[in-house]
């Protein structure tokens, strides 16, 4: 409980701090494939100058693990992190690709909380919460003063998931620019 608290706050401070710049906000939703079935993404992006931000985003999946057996599962996780330009267009500056990573914290229901399948066949994986780390790759372009088309594609670490360690994410969506 102590490293959550000491995460948040890390994450606070870093969010008041860049508030005293005047570079942009921008919210986006992103929606695709999640390892064995879809994920949708919302986030928040902090711009701390021209070149990187903070993200904070909120990620789902819905899916079913494919193997002897079906076992449906959800995954709903918070992530804090940070990206940095890597590629912009010289001239009119219309697309950018970005690379980050940060943090992991969230919950995985396997089986609606259930150890009995449909068939009778028990399971041993149960539902928890999750921790780990992802790195990301952002494609954004722009569409207009204050939107843009955004691809992205993330892969997931939880340390202590009973679905799986590595989680794959790619999506299609839309960022808008608050201010």
């Given at each position: 409980m102590k490293n959550y608290t000491l995460y948040l706050l890390l994450l606070t401070g870093l969010f008041t701090y860049s508030q005293g710049n005047r570079y942009a906000s921008s919210i986006g939703i992103s929606g695709g494939y999640a390892e064995d079935g879809i994920g949708f993404m919302?986030?928040?992006?902090?711009?701390?100058n021209r070149n990187q931000y903070a993200q904070l985003s909120i990620f789902g999946a819905i899916a079913e693990d494919q193997g002897e057996?079906?076992?449906?599962?959800?995954?709903?996780t918070v992530q804090p992190g940070y990206f940095l330009k890597v590629l912009e267009q010289r001239?009119?500056?219309r697309?950018?690709?970005y690379v980050g990573g940060g943090g992991v914290?969230?919950?995985?229901v396997i089986n609606n909380g259930s150890t009995v399948l449909d068939n009778g066949a028990l399971i041993d994986a149960k539902s928890q919460f999750l921790y780990g780390l992802y790195v990301g790759i952002e494609g954004e372009y722009t569409l207009g003063d204050s939107i843009s088309l955004l691809l992205k594609a993330n892969e997931y670490y939880h340390i202590n998931s009973d679905v799986g360690s590595l989680y794959p994410y790619v999506g299609i969506g839309i960022r808008y620019f608050l201010f």
């Open positions: 919302a986030t928040y992006n902090h711009h701390t057996y079906n076992i449906p599962y959800r995954l709903f001239t009119f500056k697309y950018g690709l914290f969230g919950y995985e």
